[in-house]
């Protein structure tokens, strides 16, 4: 893992194949893979890995089953690591030649993916479709509802909610309740009724997400002044 955290920063893809080699294609290091490339992706993405277990657990699926969730969930963005850094630090929004080149992301991922895990890897189909809508009008493939996988449907949930509710600097963080009840207005249409239903159950539980965020930021000061 050491070795392959040397390339991670400009040579991702070759991170990725010195730990395929080693074999440690775990959460865990991969992972460190992505924080070591882009620090603001890894921590969204272990929101949503964290975020998507509770969904699929509060809608009954089986064990192993939440486990995958969770798993897709930590995976959903590497292809980000793929995307320019001036487009995912942007502070404003992106113009349509940057907000073609991110979309890329979902597509990157699942070819990375695969490429780790093999051409039928479920993660890579999550990948693929978190940007997928009910009603038809997501991106890449434009599948509706029934075409979209229940991994992507839950992933695509925690990913709205995290995005909603993170501090960028073009974005001013939304509070647990007005996600919530925009999670609400869009079920059915941008997202799946059954998915958002079982996160507002869950949400009821969760910290406010910008109090959390201040207390880290807090932490980092004090252990940067030390």
Do not use: C, W
């Not at 479920?122 to 434009?142: C, I, N, S, V």
């Not at 949930?157 to 007005?178: F, L």
């Amino acid at each position: 893992v050491r070795k392959a955290l040397r390339f991670a920063k400009k040579r991702p893809l070759k991170a990725l194949k010195i730990l395929k080699a080693g074999n440690a294609l775990d959460n865990n290091a991969l992972m460190k893979v992505l924080a070591k490339n882009h620090n603001y992706t890894a921590g969204h993405s272990n929101r949503v890995g964290k975020y998507s277990f509770l969904i699929a657990k509060q809608m009954g699926l089986s064990k192993s089953k939440v486990a995958q969730v969770h798993r897709h969930g930590l995976l959903h963005d590497m292809g980000k690591l793929l995307t320019p850094k001036q487009i995912l630090d942007k502070p404003g929004r992106l113009d349509d030649r940057e907000f073609t080149r991110m979309r890329r992301h979902s597509g990157d991922g699942a070819a990375m993916l695969r490429g780790l895990f093999g051409r039928n890897a479920k993660a890579a189909t999550t990948a693929r479709g978190h940007h997928e809508r009910p009603d038809g009008q997501g991106y890449p493939l434009k599948l509706k509802s029934k075409e979209i996988s229940i991994e992507a449907k839950i992933v695509a949930v925690a990913d709205v909610y995290d995005a909603m509710t993170s501090q960028r600097s073009y974005n001013k963080p939304k509070t647990k309740a007005e996600a919530v009840a925009i999670l609400k207005s869009i079920a059915g249409k941008q997202l799946d009724t059954k998915a958002v239903n079982a996160f507002v159950k869950v949400a009821k539980n969760l910290p406010e997400p910008n109090k959390v965020a201040e207390t880290r930021a807090r932490k980092a000061r004090l252990a940067k002044a030390r």
